[in-house]
């Protein structure tokens, strides 16, 4: 059975702040995919990266960036110097191999305040 | 970005009535899903589809049904809804491999009064 576990419920920083969103997932597949989804108060899904089992280099775009450690089950993210347009709830998502659905975790509900 | 539609977006109905979701895509996908949404907020798979006549039930039971007559159509249905129906109701779809990540629409609100 595959797991994904964001501890985290939420999160409240200041705006400026650097702030980093924790993941842990649980599987037995040696070839999976890790996914990041940030959902703002409008209610869409929107994709934001997807990381590959046998891949582990750490990613950064502009702000954010992602540190995936196979050694520890963990997958976090990192935004640096917050806005309040990154106020969201953000999920962390798993799909092992020969999975057709995705196993989500609860999610973080980041509050950005200016 | 992605081109993946559900309407309505908010539907309010009252118990025992038969509603349906609709969901389409542009993008050509063979994959489709539909997630359900908690109050709490964790996602749960009810349903997928790898193509045309093709459904399968997800990880969490759901009463409701699905077909895909149509590559870019998946429509989701409750013959009989309940409050307990009530929920957010997303589509997904995406690319033929599991290394491919899902484009998700809008979102369907539903409450069951």
């Known amino acids: 059975a595959q797991k994904v576990t964001q501890a985290q419920t939420e999160i409240s920083v200041v705006e400026k702040e650097d702030v980093t969103l924790d993941c842990v997932y649980e599987?037995?597949?040696?070839?999976?995919?890790l996914f990041w989804y940030k959902q703002p108060p409008s209610g869409e899904l929107v994709f934001l990266i997807r990381r590959n089992s046998f891949d582990e280099q750490n990613e950064i775009s502009g702000r954010y960036s992602w540190n995936f450690q196979k050694s520890t089950s963990s997958f976090n993210f990192t935004i640096t110097a917050s806005q309040v347009v990154d106020s969201a709830v953000y999920f962390c998502a798993l799909r092992g191999g020969g999975a057709d659905g995705l196993t989500f975790g609860k999610g973080t509900h980041l509050i950005i305040q200016p | 970005e992605a081109d993946i539609y559900q309407t309505p977006r908010y539907l309010v109905i009252g118990t025992g009535k038969k509603i349906t979701l609709e969901c389409s895509q542009t993008?050509?996908?063979?994959?489709m899903y539909w997630y359900q949404q908690d109050p709490g907020m964790e996602l749960h798979l009810i349903h997928y589809s790898y193509g045309v006549n093709s459904t399968e039930k997800g990880d969490l039971s759901s009463e409701s049904t699905v077909s895909r007559i149509r590559t870019e159509h998946f429509p989701l249905t409750l013959e009989s809804a309940r409050p307990s129906h009530t929920s957010q109701y997303l589509c997904a779809s995406s690319g033929p491999g599991e290394y491919y990540e899902q484009y998700f629409g809008p979102g369907t609100r539903l409450t069951v009064t």
């Open positions: 599987t037995r597949d040696t070839t999976y995919y």
């Open positions: 993008m050509g996908h063979d994959k």
